[in-house]
């Protein structure tokens, strides 16, 4: 059987879908697909690319927006710095910031959503507290700090009393780490932060 070329465009480039997708749809095997497009010169999508369309199957949430007023510069200048700092760069499918000031993480939060179009609704958050905290209180505090639902939160990492020293003194909430599952935007302020480490 002969799959068209505008076809495979349609389904493959416009509608992302999957090489096993499209097989599936069409009645034919994988490999068939996989001939058509290369007989087509239809450029396939890397691993990583595949992965990331399929972790966001309603379509590319990524969008990014330059910074363009004084404040918008001044809060990209901040965003980036904060990642910097108290980011990890280690994971390179989403942005992981934590720490134990709100105000660090509300600040990002603003930054996320200024420049990339990133709501509340879309992060994701974990707890690391010590074992004497009682652990309503605290998500009760990052959820209305923060104003953001308990589903959004992960299982909590609890450590026990006393393993740490004194932080547990300095961190009456425990620390926060906010999560945004995006290959694009961790890539994004990543790369800033390269260029601005040649100063």
Do not use: C
Not at 16 to 21: E, F, P, T, V
């Amino acid at each position: 059987m002969k799959l068209e070329k505008a076809d495979l465009e349609e389904l493959y480039l416009t509608k992302l879908m999957s090489a096993q997708q499209i097989a599936i749809s069409k009645g034919v095997s994988m490999h068939k697909v996989n001939y058509w497009l290369d007989k087509y010169s239809i450029k396939r999508r890397t691993i990583s690319e595949a992965i990331y369309t399929w972790h966001h199957p309603d379509g590319d949430p990524f969008r990014f927006t330059q910074p363009v007023t004084k404040e918008d510069y001044e809060l990209w200048g901040l965003g980036i710095a904060l990642y910097w700092g108290e980011g990890n760069k280690a994971n390179k499918n989403s942005v992981k910031i934590g720490n134990s000031d709100p105000g660090v993480i509300i600040v990002f939060m603003k930054f996320l959503d200024r420049f990339f179009q990133v709501g509340k609704g879309s992060l994701k958050f974990q707890l690391h507290l010590f074992s004497d905290l009682d652990l309503n209180k605290v998500r009760k505090f990052w959820e209305n700090t923060l104003g953001v639902y308990s589903e959004q939160f992960y299982k909590p990492t609890v450590t026990i009393t006393g393993k740490l020293g004194t932080y547990r003194k300095k961190s009456e909430y425990g620390v926060v780490t906010l999560y945004y599952a995006n290959t694009k935007v961790r890539n994004i302020l990543v790369d800033s932060i390269a260029v601005l480490a040649q100063w």
